[in-house]
């Protein structure tokens, strides 16, 4: 059998929904578990359980051979029993201890020549070498981060629990920083469950995925296939799928479905089953706006509509468009320019036919 952390809890809070968690998770080094959801969804309240800093009211957590937690055969084993490393929202960082003595707090337990030795180990691989007597307060954000991960990692935990890790971190720093944590996760080949309601991070740290709202696991698997494939319309809204509306499948052949979207034929590559009631997924970036129709276009789908809406983001743009049904794009903000896409102005939207992604509405 497959090492794995097996988690099935129940969490219960007073006036909030119940957190009813599920999880299977191969345990394998380096192999990133994402729990991805928005705020209030649960997300926290799973990583503390599994660190032992929350106690379900009814539920099991077994990590490769060991049960923590089993309210059954009232079995709760500590957070310091279980060898876990834990790094909070907010670094929870000592203001009165120097870096090297943050990262040498959990290693009271070793001879002192070999907890400097650790120290200056993990100085060195997490690149805080000259830091070693700084305060927190004289770091930066991103140095900060490295200092509370380095303090987590210092006791050798058998899993790494990360909560909102680049969250506190202004939004440059954090784009620098996500290719580092990934990179330092891959070096200390050690597995990971992290917390974010950021897709930029899910996609680039994680390796699986389990999407989290009201308090339930609604799917798990690799990021991109999970953000690509979402299972219902509930997992679509919650990975910002930006189109999510009701269809009905009315033609099928030769690997290609037609459905019916309030009067408009929408063309979809045949996939899993999924009966004549749908809902129609359909990401903004997948989705390209014309003036006029596209004759040598490969895209299945040419849909006329009206302008509704553009709200330029930087270099970026999001223009809804009245189809018949309200679909959303993004596009570049030259674009906006040039085709000059105003409420109003008459577009068409082009969107290839493997890009329309149906689930049943019967899962929903």
Known sequence: MAAELALDIVKAYSGRIPIRARIRYPIDAATVLILFGPSGAGKSTILRSVAGLEWPEEGRIRFVSRTWLDTKSDIRVSPQDRHVGYMSQDYALFPTYTV???????????????????VTEVLDLFQLRGLELAKPRQLSGGQQQRVALARAVAPRPLLLLLDEPLSALDEPTRICLRDELRSLLTQLALPSIIVTHDWAEALTLGDLMAVVSGGEVLQTGPPMDVFSRPRNADVAHVVGVETVVKGRVVWAAAGMLRVDVNGVVVNAIEGETCGPDVYVCIRAEDIAIERGLMAASSARNQVAGTVTAVAVLGALARVTVDCGFSLVATVTRSSVEELQLIPGQSVT?????????LVSRHDH
């Open 349 to 357: 939207a082009v969107i290839k036919a493997g890009a329309v992604h």
């Open 100 to 118: 090297a003595g943050n990262i040498a707090y959990g290693l009271g337990h070793l001879p002192a020549q070999e907890r400097k030795a650790r």
